[in-house]
Structures are given as C-alpha cells and as structure tokens.
T-cell receptor
Framework: EPEVTQTPSHQVTQMGQEVILRCVPI?????FYWYRQILGQKVEFLVSFYNNEISEKSEIFDDQFSVERPDGSNFTLKIRSTKLEDSAMYFCASSEGGVGYNEQFFGPGTRLTVL | AQTVTQSQPEMSVQEAETVTLSCTYD???????LFWYKQPPSRQMILVIRQEAYKQQNATENRFSVNFQKAAKSFSLKISDSQLGDAAMYFC?????????FGAGTTVTVRA
C-alpha cells in the first residue's frame, strides 16, 4: 500500500542553522501539506501546496519557512534560521484532491530538536 | 478560527467492550467535514472515519461509528468490541478548506 515517507526521522540542529525536512508524498497525489506538533500541544497546520504554489498557510508559516517541490517526487520544508521554539514533530501529508472530503495521508514525522 | 476540543485526555476500555470518545468544535460554517484519525505508538496517523456535515446519517466503518450532532457541534467516536490493536492516540479533526484543525487527542488504552 502506498505510504508517505519522511526523512530524517530525527534531526538535531543548533539554533540559527538551516534545516531541510524531506517528504515523499504518494505518487498520484496532487496536494501536499506540512503540520507540526510541539510536545504536549495540538497538531497545527503550517502550509498546503498545490500546482507548485502555496494554497494556504497559517500564521506560524512566516518568512523563516519555505516549501518546495524540487522534482517530481520530493516535497521539502526549509526552516532558514532555526529557533528553540521550532523544536517539534513535523508531519508531511498528501491527498488526491484538495478541499473537503479527501483523505489526507500522513507520514511518520520528523522530530526536530533545536539546541 | 475553528477550534476543536477533546475533553478526555485518556480513556481506558476492557477488551471486547465499547468506548466513546467525545469531540466538540466551534465553527460558523454550514458546510464542513469531520474526521477521526488514529495514531498508534511510533506510527503515522491513519484515517478511521469521516463525516460530511450536510449528511444527517452517522458514518460507520466496521466497529467504528460516530454520533454527529450538528446543532450541538458534537462529533463523538464509538469503538465497539474493542481490540488490543485499537490502543492509540485518537484525534478529532475539522476541515472546511485545505487545512485540518485538530483536537488535542485522546489516548485509548485497551485492557486484556
């Protein structure tokens, strides 16, 4: 069964460094998402991406964040200059369709630790 | 902004028994979608069941069913004949555009 995959599973970085989190969505999906979950808090939406454009983003997704689909398979989240408060689990998701009833399929997550 | 509230941080159920997880949400929209996701330990979230707000009939998927009360903005999940494999964190989620808005989650433990 097709799955969303994410690499690495755990990333440790120093404050101020750039990190890139990678995701491989399910191959026939057209919509891609990033969510994050700070320890002990709710899963929060960051951004959705379709047709090489951001379709929606939250207030969390500021200029420090960017997303890209550099080739036909990968979908990346870049944090330009990490802060301590960026430490969280980051989940990638993908779906065939956009709004409404379409199921979003989630990856296993990348745990980001900023020291 | 939509908020989703799960008031039960933890629930415990005996194997083969039934457990109900509560979820309430706040929205001014009339057309939206509701989901329950399951996250087993160290595994990814998977969809358990979903409901369209304009459908009055409650969704059912095998041992999982929902009680959708639109006027009360309530969307509870019932797990019947609980199995050890049902042990997980369960998230209620709301959607009316691209994003999912999640509740805080309920941890379900199943006693053998």
């Amino acid at each position: 069964e097709p799955e969303v995959t994410q690499t690495p599973s755990h990333q440790v970085t120093q404050m101020g460094q750039e990190v890139i989190l990678r995701c491989v969505p399910i191959s026939n999906h057209l919509y891609f998402y990033w969510y994050r979950q700070i320890l002990g808090q709710k899963v929060e939406f960051l951004v959705s991406f379709y047709n090489n454009e951001i379709s929606e983003k939250s207030e969390i997704f500021d200029d420090q964040f960017s997303v890209e689909r550099p080739d036909g398979s990968n979908f990346t989240l870049k944090i330009r200059s990490t802060k301590l408060e960026d430490s969280a689990m980051y989940f990638c998701a993908s779906s065939e369709g956009g709004v409404g009833y379409n199921e979003q399929f989630f990856g296993p997550g990348t745990r980001l630790t900023v020291l | 902004a939509q908020t989703v509230t799960q008031s039960q941080p933890e629930m415990s159920v005996q194997e083969a028994e039934t457990v109900t997880l509560s979820c309430t949400y706040d929205t001014s929209e009339s057309d939206y979608y509701l989901f329950w996701y399951k996250q087993p330990p160290s595994r990814q979230m998977i969809l358990v069941i979903r409901q369209e707000a304009y459908k009055q009939q409650n969704a059912t998927e095998n041992r999982f069913s929902v009680n959708f009360q639109k006027a009360a903005k309530s969307f509870s999940l019932k797990i019947s004949d609980s199995q050890l494999g049902d042990a997980a964190m369960y998230f209620c989620a709301y959607r009316n555009d691209y994003k999912l808005s999640f509740g805080a989650g309920t941890t379900v433990t199943v006693r053998a």
